[in-house]
């Protein structure tokens, strides 16, 4: 099957992209585009590859077929470390800290990947600081001791003082209580108003819906939908595979 054209406001392709891990195939000919702007969820049922997208994407997994562009250029083969400078930012799942370390600490490894000049940092630290002023109260703690949706805010923080124009994240609401996964909802939505582009990769339909204006959703590896967010909850059979791939 021939890939569809990539449109003029594409920020992201991936086309034709397989993966395995050793003997097995978890991705077959995936092509997903994102869009200049947009907010996209990934969703699927356990185990369905979305995850993995999202690492053949930012470079922790290598695609055994298929490409990966950002605007114009090719980073199917591009090194992981690399990818922030160039404005594509991953929140892994989990927490995506150093617990060891102070917030002050987790901030100033982060700048250092991108090894921009002093006063690029100071200014990037207080803006997001001014994102999340809770935060800027606990500099000097240890973020292993932060809760976890304070630790989540870290790394939220952590991926914004890299300026992203792609920030690509891996589970928002894992492991966290519905009201805190609300401010995070949040905060999300305003970093996505402010014009950084976001790929969500979530379990819950709901919080995809709320976020997100455009989803895909993926089954065995493949693409079984794509399209208006709103069209996949009146889809009865997919919303089902959803909950029930959660449960």
Excluded at 156 to 179: N, Y
Aim: hydrophobic share 45%.
């Amino acid at each position: 099957m021939t890939a569809p054209a990539i449109a003029t406001d594409v920020l992201v392709s991936m086309r034709d992209i397989e993966f395995s891990y050793g003997q097995l195939q978890v991705l077959f000919g995936v092509s997903v585009d994102v869009r200049q702007g947009e907010a996209l969820a990934l969703l699927g049922t356990n185990g369905a590859g979305k995850s993995t997208l999202l690492k053949v994407l930012c470079g922790l997994a290598q695609a055994s077929a298929g490409s990966v562009h950002l605007r114009d250029e090719d980073i199917t083969r591009a090194a992981a470390e690399g990818l922030p400078g160039k404005g594509l930012v991953l929140i892994s799942g989990g927490r995506s800290v150093f617990p060891d370390m102070t917030v002050a600490e987790n901030l100033e490894m982060q700048a250092f990947t991108v090894r921009k000049r002093k006063a690029w940092v100071k200014e990037r630290t207080n803006y997001v600081l001014t994102l999340f002023p809770r935060l800027g109260e606990r500099m000097g703690q240890a973020a292993g001791v932060l809760s976890g949706g304070e630790q989540q805010q870290l790394a939220l923080a952590k991926a914004l003082l890299l300026e992203p124009d792609v920030l690509c994240i891996d589970e928002l609401s894992l492991g966290l209580a519905p009201i805190v996964v609300q401010g995070l909802i949040e905060m999300v939505r305003e970093v996505h108003r402010s014009g950084v582009t976001v790929v969500l990769v979530e379990q819950s339909l709901n919080i995809a819906a709320s976020l997100c204006e455009r989803a895909v959703f993926m089954e065995k590896g493949q693409v079984r939908f794509e399209g208006p967010t709103r069209e996949l909850l009146e889809n009865d059979d997919i919303a089902r595979a959803v909950f029930l791939g959660k449960a």
